[in-house]
């Protein structure tokens, strides 16, 4: 392709969205290649970059019921905010790498006088993936705020500097009562840059007095007055004024960092409680209930990971039957088999291009959050929380406060599969152990040994000094056994 004969022409987002739906076949098997040829990347990088360019094709591509048009800014949006427990500046430069590799595969030879454009057009894409992930990434809400420890302490630091004897900070929370703090220091004081010391009692009308010789600057709801006004030259306020412009976003984030970890501590306690308090694995019903609860949702569901057999079968949950319905396979490049890779709760704004369409329907959903129940690197299960039928918006915040509570359940049902086994005077081997779980999934001995690697005849092996050991008649009263002993649960 030479660039003589194809000249770079700017393109529409709508012309490269037609693009990507001609090519993307061929598109993505050109980018599944492209990442096999990237020898430094690990497996997991190479699974979770094949499902981030694949989740990115199909959010471009995808058809639009509604018929108003949805721009690109509100699309890449969707996307990372969907994939932000999965998402870093790292996956997203391997990403643009393997994409900006695959298209050039895809348009060497190829003869459309555009396709220079179409090749152009991506680092514009990533550039904006790039601004909106940091700026989602930097965004808290703000709060005036300037009452907390920490912000005070680094204000009065920065205020010492300066000829100014007394500081008032006033928080307007009611116009007729405002709080108001002061700190203080003697001229002597002030001239050698000694520390502020605080107002015990603030005398509202010898404030009023001062407040009038005082520089006042105001920040959002909060007014600061430096007493006196007169010690302080032009350039002076105006290094104060642009310090305080950034303090002010300090200060608003730091604030909600404290009120949102204060807030996690305190669920994070709660839920320690509730595992304390439990027992068994009956209790479990429980503690999933305690989830909905705590991490106000109004349902949570919770499916046990076969691991061997790549499968998962619903177990507790509302609507029992439904739950128990939803089982299967755990098929590669989708949401949930990337999620056992990372082991990080994932966001899904919009299940419909991730979840099928029968679930969808089944349990009504509209906005989901997948969350692994793991200890140490075995995924046990995962849970799910949803609003049942209502769209919700989710915060990296409240994806790291589910993910805690999520490793506290994994370690509470390691910890109660080891309490009880040991009460039990019967050892089994990991062989035996693994060919009794399957015998209570319900699978044959065919189908044993191609999960476990062994003859038919091994199995059977296996299945009889099973019996010897649980002193069983028949496969049933193994896996009877295996439940009263409590090697199963």
């Given at each position: 392709?030479?660039?003589?004969?194809?000249?770079?022409?700017?393109?529409?987002?709508?012309?490269?969205?037609?693009?990507?739906?001609?090519?993307?076949?061929?598109?993505?098997?050109?980018?599944?290649?492209?990442?096999?040829?990237?020898?430094?990347?690990?497996?997991?990088?190479?699974?979770?970059?094949?499902?981030?360019?694949?989740?990115?094709?199909?959010?471009?591509?995808?058809?639009?019921?509604?018929?108003?048009?949805?721009?690109?800014?509100?699309?890449?949006?969707?996307?990372?905010?969907?994939?932000?427990?999965?998402?870093?500046?790292?996956?997203?430069?391997?990403?643009?790498?393997?994409?900006e590799k695959s298209f050039a595969n895809l348009l060497k030879n190829s003869a459309d006088?555009?396709?220079?454009?179409?090749?152009?057009?991506?680092?514009?894409?990533?550039?904006?993936?790039?601004?909106?992930?940091?700026?989602?990434?930097?965004?808290?809400?703000?709060?005036?705020?300037?009452?907390?420890?920490?912000?005070?302490?680094?204000?009065?630091?920065?205020?010492?500097?300066?000829?100014?004897?007394?500081?008032?900070?006033?928080?307007?929370?009611?116009?007729?009562?405002?709080?108001?703090?002061?700190?203080?220091?003697?001229?002597?004081?002030?001239?050698?840059?000694?520390?502020?010391?605080?107002?015990?009692?603030?005398?509202?009308?010898?404030?009023?007095?001062?407040?009038?010789?005082?520089?006042?600057?105001?920040?959002?709801?909060?007014?600061?007055?430096?007493?006196?006004?007169?010690?302080?030259?032009?350039?002076?306020?105006?290094?104060?004024?642009?310090?305080?412009?950034?303090?002010?976003?300090?200060?608003?984030?730091?604030?909600?960092?404290?009120?949102?970890?204060?807030?996690?501590?305190?669920?994070?306690?709660?839920?320690?409680?509730?595992?304390?308090?439990?027992?068994?694995?009956?209790?479990?019903?429980?503690?999933?209930?305690?989830?909905?609860?705590?991490?106000?949702?109004?349902?949570?569901?919770?499916?046990?990971?076969?691991?061997?057999?790549?499968?998962?079968?619903?177990?507790?949950?509302?609507?029992?039957?439904?739950?128990?319905?939803?089982?299967?396979?755990?098929?590669?490049?989708?949401?949930?088999?990337?999620?056992?890779?990372?082991?990080?709760?994932?966001?899904?704004?919009?299940?419909?291009?991730?979840?099928?369409?029968?679930?969808?329907?089944?349990?009504?959903?509209?906005?989901?959050?997948?969350?692994?129940?793991?200890?140490?690197?075995?995924?046990?299960?995962?849970?799910?929380?949803?609003?049942?039928?209502?769209?919700?918006?989710?915060?990296?915040?409240?994806?790291?406060?589910?993910?805690?509570?999520?490793?506290?359940?994994?370690?509470?049902?390691?910890?109660?599969?080891?309490?009880?086994?040991?009460?039990?005077?019967?050892?089994?081997?990991?062989?035996?152990?693994?060919?009794?779980?399957?015998?209570?999934?319900?699978?044959?001995?065919?189908?044993?040994?191609?999960?476990?690697?062994?003859?038919?005849?091994?199995?059977?092996?296996?299945?009889?000094?099973?019996?010897?050991?649980?002193?069983?008649?028949?496969?049933?009263?193994?896996?009877?056994?295996?439940?009263?002993?409590?090697?199963?649960?």
């Amino acid at each position: 392709m030479r660039p003589d004969l194809f000249p770079y022409n700017d393109i529409s987002f709508e012309e490269f969205k037609i693009f990507l739906k001609k090519n993307k076949t061929q598109l993505q098997m050109s980018i599944n290649v492209q990442i096999r040829l990237e020898l430094n990347l690990s497996k997991e990088e190479q699974s979770i970059i094949e499902f981030l360019a694949s989740s990115f094709l199909q959010i471009l591509t995808e058809p639009n019921e509604n018929k108003a048009q949805i721009d690109l800014d509100t699309l890449l949006k969707t996307w990372i905010q969907t994939y932000s427990m999965i998402l870093n500046h790292h996956f997203l430069y391997l990403l643009h790498l393997i994409l900006e590799k695959s298209f050039a595969n895809l348009l060497k030879n190829s003869a459309d006088v555009k396709a220079y454009s179409y090749m152009f057009y991506l680092p514009i894409i990533a550039t904006k993936i790039s601004n909106l992930f940091s700026n989602w990434k930097n965004a808290i809400k703000t709060s005036d705020d300037f009452h907390s420890h920490s912000s005070q302490s680094l204000l009065l630091s920065y205020l010492e500097l300066f000829p100014i004897q007394q500081l008032f900070l006033v928080q307007h929370h009611n116009i007729t009562s405002p709080v108001i703090l002061g700190w203080v220091r003697t001229e002597q004081e002030t001239i050698r840059r000694i520390p502020f010391y605080p107002l015990l009692d603030t005398d509202n009308a010898q404030f009023n007095e001062l407040s009038e010789h005082s520089l006042a600057l105001n920040v959002g709801e909060t007014s600061i007055y430096l007493y006196p006004k007169t010690t302080l030259d032009k350039e002076q306020e105006e290094t104060i004024r642009n310090y305080l412009l950034r303090f002010n976003v300090f200060a608003s984030n730091n604030a909600q960092y404290e009120k949102t970890l204060l807030n996690k501590l305190k669920i994070l306690d709660e839920f320690n409680k509730v595992l304390i308090s439990y027992s068994g694995s009956n209790d479990f019903i429980k503690i999933i209930k305690e989830c909905e609860r705590l991490l106000n949702y109004k349902r949570c569901v919770f499916y046990a990971y076969i691991p061997w057999s790549n499968e998962f079968k619903g177990v507790i949950g509302e609507e029992l039957s439904k739950v128990q319905k939803t089982q299967g396979y755990v098929y590669p490049n989708q949401l949930f088999h990337t999620m056992l890779i990372t082991r990080k709760p994932i966001f899904i704004k919009n299940p419909v291009h991730t979840v099928k369409d029968e679930t969808i329907q089944l349990f009504n959903l509209s906005s989901l959050i997948v969350a692994p129940i793991c200890h140490y690197k075995e995924v046990l299960g995962w849970v799910t929380l949803d609003q049942v039928g209502k769209e919700f918006d989710c915060t990296q915040e409240d994806l790291q406060l589910i993910e805690e509570v999520c490793n506290r359940i994994g370690l509470f049902l390691k910890n109660f599969d080891h309490n009880v086994s040991p009460s039990n005077n019967i050892e089994l081997t990991d062989r035996e152990f693994s060919v009794l779980t399957l015998l209570a999934d319900g699978y044959d001995n065919k189908k044993m040994g191609e999960f476990l690697h062994l003859s038919e005849h091994t199995i059977r092996d296996y299945i009889s000094s099973l019996m010897l050991k649980l002193k069983a008649k028949n496969r049933t009263q193994v896996v009877s056994s295996g439940f009263r002993l409590g090697l199963l649960t």
